[in-house]
């Protein structure tokens, strides 16, 4: 065996390979944003923002009732609470995750290079669907239930029905505060990384931010 | 709140007017961010160029 070593920038490396790509596409000064382009003055821009601030809601409400169970968020008045906050803090995250999307769909947000930006937005939105979905059927009340029992069928009929059983409050529950919540996590932290990566979309036929 | 919502029947259209409702006010919201201006540190718009 040889002792010598090659010099650093010639050992092949993926660590260093994701590090020169994360410093190229994003480096540390651009992290977080300090200033930000004219056009970004409006308000249809803070529907995003508002998206995730009201995601924090529901995960901290989700976690507060995730330790205590599904006993204390019927039959308490601090559960029903807490319970009450969880569920408008989903309406919340829905409807201004929706008006985001319109926001982005009428100024094209995927031009220059933003097409990952918008799918893994589009990815994000069905993945909430099955959090919101599993988050019903995990209610442990008889509205659970009943949604659970009119949506087999329909479970069964897509062919999900043989790995996916909505009657199965084990599974749901499993899906609904672990599995799920982390793939949104990660999902919605690449997002807001790719706005960063490449920037806030100029508006139509307007000056993008490289423009002076 | 016990009762079943009231339906609005349009054709093959089928939607509660809770979610009609929820709908109309997102529109209302989407246009209100368009039209109000957003309030510019100093007073002024387009201050800030990164």
């Known amino acids: 065996m040889s002792d010598d070593v090659a010099p650093d920038s010639q050992v092949p490396s993926w660590t260093r390979a994701v590090q020169q790509r994360l410093a190229r596409g994003l480096p540390v000064e651009r992290l977080l944003p300090d200033r930000q382009p004219v056009y970004v003055g409006s308000w249809v821009y803070a529907f995003g923002v508002i998206t995730i601030a009201a995601l924090v809601w529901v995960i901290a409400s989700g976690v507060v009732l995730a330790f205590f169970g599904p006993q204390w968020w019927h039959t308490t008045s601090t559960g029903r609470f807490f319970n009450s906050l969880h569920f408008w803090s989903v309406q919340l995250f829905f409807v201004f995750m929706v008006l985001h999307l319109w926001g982005q769909f009428f100024m094209a947000s995927w031009r220059e290079g933003r097409a990952p930006t918008w799918m893994i937005g589009a990815v994000i939105f069905l993945v909430s669907i099955v959090a919101a979905f599993t988050g019903y059927v995990a209610q442990q009340n008889l509205d659970s239930q009943w949604i659970a029992a009119n949506a087999k069928d329909a479970v069964n009929a897509s062919g999900a029905g043989g790995f996916f059983n909505v009657l199965n409050f084990g599974q749901m529950y499993g899906l609904h505060v672990m599995l799920v919540p982390v793939a949104i996590t990660f999902l919605v932290v690449v997002h807001v990384v790719q706005v960063r990566m490449r920037g806030v979309v100029a508006p139509i036929e307007a000056p993008g931010e490289g423009a002076e | ?50």
Do not use: C, Q, T, W
């Open chain 2, 1 to 50: 709140m016990d009762n079943p919502a009231a339906y609005l029947h349009l054709g093959f259209i089928v939607i509660s007017l809770p979610n009609l409702a929820l709908i109309a006010a997102m529109v209302v919201v989407f246009v209100i961010a368009l039209l109000v201006p957003f309030p510019i540190e100093g007073g002024r718009r387009g201050g800030g160029k990164r």
